[in-house]
């Protein structure tokens, strides 16, 4: 550049000294950010894998629909790259604070993996104690002390824990949930104990898996990632093997249990069988009773015709005993003839009253036994049922009719009408109710419908 163009540049630099400043300026500030920006990437790289590395972050997360078994938890510690692998347990829920009602998660503590960091307090030591997350404790205004109860939907106990009110013993931040920026669902932390581990069968939700890596590594590089995904893809194919083992042990199970219900079915169906049994034996012997106090109530009514002619004979007698003393042997010789047929005649009233006693109690053994198998037919419903009970054969009661056959105590059978007419109008008495008519069909026709 010559003298000349060197002044010019000068004068002009003069005449435009704002313009040139503010260009000047404007390239140190695109200078600073550019540094700043790329110095910035670089720590929150540093003090993320600073802080997970602190925390033992886990490096893969595998969760199961069908929860995973200690086999499974075998099998993964098993395969080549993975240093460590802990089971968590876990169930959604929801917690109430006041008028605030918030989703939260319950969890086990973590014991090696994905470590929190204590804020205050201590950490859970029963299964009714917890351990909150800083940021829910917050939000729902809890304080160390305070009860936290984890509930479904419904207001219930959330699932698979045994109890569903814990004790805040301590405040902490979990790894998991480091953004305070992004809404998520947060932990309650709580002791193994406090899940129903019978409901679950032992079984478990999620396992944390930590890899086998260079201690320190930036978890945001491509090495860490190339690692990762290594172990990964051998993690995979682990999780096809074990998922068919698992499908397999979870059809055996239930075809266990659905044969165990086949058998109950089964057994309930011969008890079925057997009070049908017995209910036919019941109406055999009410039928066969009622024919045989037919028979005696004939009988019983010849005696009585009997006695009351004897009975006339003998008045007779005394009359013309009376009015006749000279006839007073021949009357004698009558009126110990007619003594004779009236002892005769009292006796046969006697036999005919026995006969007519036995005949009642047979047939009343058939009602009893036609009540016995009605009520073990009906199950459960029977026992509601007002049943008639066993009455006595009072011959001096003319009221009384063996052909009053009560079967409960408001529903009498006809016996004019065959037994399947008495059967329909027992179902329509009013007896039972819809659902137990219903209950019965279902019984009687083996639960098909």
């Known amino acids: 550049m010559t003298r000349t163009q060197f002044k010019d540049a000068l004068r002009n630099i003069w005449k435009q000294l704002v313009s040139y400043l503010s260009v000047i300026v404007i390239a140190f500030l695109g200078v600073a950010t550019f540094l700043g920006i790329n110095y910035s990437d670089g720590a929150l790289r540093i003090n993320g894998s600073t802080m997970y590395n602190a925390a033992n972050y886990r490096d893969l997360e595998l969760i199961s629909t069908g929860a995973f078994s200690q086999e499974d938890l075998n099998a993964v510690l098993d395969v080549e790259g993975v240093e460590d692998a802990e089971p968590v347990w876990q169930t959604s829920g929801k917690a109430s604070s006041g008028d605030i009602r918030q989703d939260i ?177 019941g109406w055999n ?33 005394r009359d013309k005993l009376a009015e006749v003393e000279v006839k007073l042997a021949k009357a004698e010789v009558e009126l110990s003839t007619g003594k004779t047929v009236l002892q005769t005649t009292r006796k046969q009233l006697n036999d005919g ?8 109690n047979i047939k009343e053994d058939a009602i009893e036994g036609l009540r016995n198998g ?5 199950g459960k419903a029977g026992d509601d049922i007002s049943w008639a009970s066993r009455r006595k054969a009072d011959i001096g009661n003319r009221r009384l009719s063996a052909k009053d056959v009560y079967l409960t105590k408001s529903f009498k059978i006809d016996l004019r009408k065959s037994l399947k007419s008495n059967i329909r109008a027992f179902l329509d008495s009013g007896i039972l109710s819809d659902s137990e008519l219903v209950a019965l069909y279902l019984a009687l026709n083996g639960g098909v419908h």
């Open 285 to 317: 012997k009410l039928e066969e009773g009622d024919r045989q106090i037919g028979e005696n109530e004939a009988k019983l009514a010849e005696g009585q015709s009997q006695l009351m002619d004897s009975q006339e004979e003998l008045m007779a007698g």
């Open 374 to 378: 009605l009520r073990s037919a009906l």
């Open 353 to 360: 009253r026995q006969m007519l006693v036995d005949s009642w």
């Open 105 to 281: 998660v319950v969890i086990t503590l973590p014991e090696r993996v994905n470590r929190p960091q204590m804020i205050d307090g201590r950490l859970p030591r029963s299964a009714d104690e917890c351990m909150v997350e800083q940021r829910l404790a917050t939000s729902m205004g809890w304080h160390m002390g305070d009860t936290v109860d984890a509930q479904n939907a419904r207001g219930d106990a959330a699932q698979f824990l045994k109890n569903n009110r814990f004790t805040i013993v301590g405040i902490a931040n979990h790894p998991d949930h480091t953004s305070v920026s992004i809404p998520d669902t947060f932990y309650v932390m709580v002791e193994k104990d406090a899940f129903d581990m019978e409901a679950l069968q032992n079984g478990f939700m999620k396992m944390e898996v930590v890899v086998d890596k260079p201690a320190g590594i930036d978890r945001f590089s491509s090495q860490y990632e190339a690692v990762v995904v290594a172990v990964s893809s051998r993690l995979e194919e682990v999780g096809v093997r074990r998922a068919s083992v698992r499908d397999e042990a979870i059809k055996g199970e239930a075809q266990s249990r659905l044969d165990d219900a086949q058998a109950k079915l089964d057994d309930a169906y011969d008890q079925l069988q057997k009070a049908r049994s017995q209910l036919d034996e």
